[in-house]
């Protein structure tokens, strides 16, 4: 019998925010429809974290769920904080802004938790400010602009990772 063609392992991707209730869960969000849409879904683990632990277990806020259903990406997350061993079971980590970024910087143990983490934003090569903005306080429009901002990281970090892989990519239309 012929041996089995090897199987890459699957890539795996954690999205964080500071409260895993808004900006963290769209961008995990739309990151599986992108992945559903070119058939990567058993090669890609997605999840999300938050910085602080203040909403754990809850579902995404209301408005973010609102805003992400109307664009045709319903949500299901509960949220949890993140974890350091999160630095051994993912590859890349994306987090939503710089604050976020400080409280990771500061739990990585060693240069190789460091350098899985990133901006969402640094993906997006349109960017004009590196920092999904945090939408909680705000308006609803607050909601839609996070989810246009995550959306660009999101094809971004999707077309880096199937360059990465020898994986075929193509641009997944914008909902
Ligand atoms: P997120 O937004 O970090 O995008 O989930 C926030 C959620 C909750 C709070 C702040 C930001 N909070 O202060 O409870």
């Known amino acids: 019998m012929p041996a089995s063609p090897p199987v890459s392992p699957p890539v795996s991707v954690l999205f964080v925010c500071l409260g895993n209730i808004c900006r963290s869960p769209q961008a995990e969000g739309i990151f599986r429809h992108m992945v559903r849409e070119l058939q990567l879904h058993e090669r890609v683990h997605i999840d ?75 993906l997006d090569p349109t960017a004009d400010d590196l920092s999904v903005p945090d939408p909680y306080y705000g308006g609803a429009h607050g909601f839609d602009h996070v989810f246009d901002v995550c959306w660009a990281g999101c094809a971004g970090l999707l077309r880096e990772i199937c360059a990465q892989n020898a994986w075929d990519y193509r641009d997944v239309p914008r909902l």
């Open 48 to 122: 999300s974290a938050g910085t602080a632990a203040y909403h754990t277990g809850e579902a995404p806020d209301p408005r973010t769920r609102a805003t992400s259903a109307r664009r045709g990406v319903p949500l299901q997350h509960a949220a949890r904080p993140f974890q350091v061993a999160d630095f051994d079971r993912f590859d890349h980590i994306l987090a939503m802004d710089r604050h976020n970024l400080a409280a990771l910087v500061e739990q990585a143990r060693h240069p190789q938790d460091r350098s899985k983490l990133r901006l969402l934003r640094t």
